[in-house]
């Protein structure tokens, strides 16, 4: 099997997607959304890439999105590529350690961010609070 068909089988098959990384939402108030997700949804603050240069709780193009893990980055842009979905692509860089974005629109013109996100440890900005 030359590498041409193995390519081409790998990219007819299921992406390599390991699981959602995040969701982006704009909002009117950073400040009382993260109130209301702490509060209702006990969720924690983490830590933001120092890179990122605007405001938010913790995200990255200003726009809403979903976000998908992967673990092969150069096989979905082949892929896609392939199928002529235009992308873009971007590097998040916190402390010598580097993530890599892609970004694409699905046809109704929802963005969509692949990542290798868990290059990033999550760190809380402030101790978790235990569920009862």
Not at 10 to 24: G, R, T, W, Y
Not at 78 to 83: A, D, T
Not at 95 to 122: K, Y
């Amino acid at each position: 099997m030359g590498v041409e068909t193995v390519q081409e089988e790998a990219m007819s098959s299921m992406p390599p997607l390991m699981s959602l990384n995040h969701v982006s939402f704009m909002c009117r108030s950073v400040s009382q959304s993260v109130k209301f997700y702490q509060e209702v949804l006990g969720f924690v603050s983490i830590k933001r890439p120092s890179s990122f240069s605007f405001k938010g709780a913790c995200d990255h193009p200003k726009d809403n999105h979903i976000s998908f893990q992967c673990s092969n980055m150069k096989l979905l842009m082949l892929k896609l590529k392939k199928m002529g979905v235009e992308y873009v692509t971007a590097k998040v860089e916190e402390e010598g350690i580097q993530v890599d974005q892609l970004f694409f629109h699905d046809p109704d013109g929802n963005m969509i961010e692949i990542c290798n996100c868990d290059n990033l440890p999550v760190l809380p900005l402030s101790p978790c609070r235990r569920r009862r």
